[in-house]
């Protein structure tokens, strides 16, 4: 089963309503940059409310790995994602605390060989490649890349999915997750509950054919 991630949590009404749709992942945004960025404690007030079902997932932008563990332990979050420029030694230092999903913006001529550099991650997330942005840019990623990379690791597919292409880009990548956040919002860090339902069903879909 693909698994499906809702990122950019910032309110408990969102999560809930990710939750009762079917989501298997939430992520929360510890990047302050962000627009969907949350504080410590927000993403502490929500994260009990949470079923065991369900995976917490921390994203992290070039930070300390003290740092990014110390918030893991905290909020008890299951992965952290490392969406910046992270080297492999920093990956190999958080994965001794928690399990690491390795971000990379992805275009046609991205070396698959590079993933090889991060063995201790236990995914790489794929975005789309936008000068100056760590993910949330709407665009989409190379979806042909993706798909050569996903039968020999664990792809989390990012980048541009909505309601409309995520069966399309289950059908073709067959990625361990997909993952979205401005496909499912009326703005940024708000989410749309009906529009999360519908990406689901369509991700649903997509394995299906």
């Known amino acids: 089963m693909v698994r499906v991630k809702i990122c950019g949590i910032t309110n408990g009404a969102d999560a809930l309503a990710a939750v009762d749709a ?21 993403a502490a007030k929500i994260r009990p409310q949470l079923p065991k079902k369900v995976e917490a997932v921390g994203i992290f932008v070039n930070a300390a ?38 971000a990379f913006r992805v275009e046609p001529d991205f070396r698959l060989k590079t993933l090889d550099e991060y063995s201790e991650a236990f ?10 942005q760590y ?3 709407g665009r989409t990623t190379d ?33 361990y997750a997909v993952d979205v956040a401005s496909g499912v919002e009326s703005k940024p860090g708000k989410k749309d509950h009906d529009r999360i ?7 649903r879909r997509g394995e299906r054919k």
């Open 22 to 42: 079917g989501a298997n992942l939430l992520g929360f945004n510890f990047y302050v940059k962000s627009p969907r960025y949350i504080a410590e404690s927000e």
């Open 65 to 102: 790995p003290e740092n990014v563990a110390a918030i893991c332990n905290l909020l008890k979050l299951d992965a952290a994602q490392l969406h910046g420029d992270e080297a492999p030694e920093t990956v190999v230092e958080v994965s001794r605390n928690v399990p690491v999903w390795k």
């Open 123 to 132: 995914a790489f997330l794929f975005d789309a490649a936008h000068t100056g």
């Open 135 to 137: 993910g949330g840019t």
């Open 143 to 175: 979806w042909d890349v993706a798909r050569r990379a996903a039968m020999d690791h664990r792809i989390i597919l990012a980048g541009g999915l909505n309601i409309e292409n995520v069966a399309a880009a289950v059908r073709i990548v067959r990625p």
């Open 197 to 203: 339902r519908e990406f689901i069903q369509e991700v």
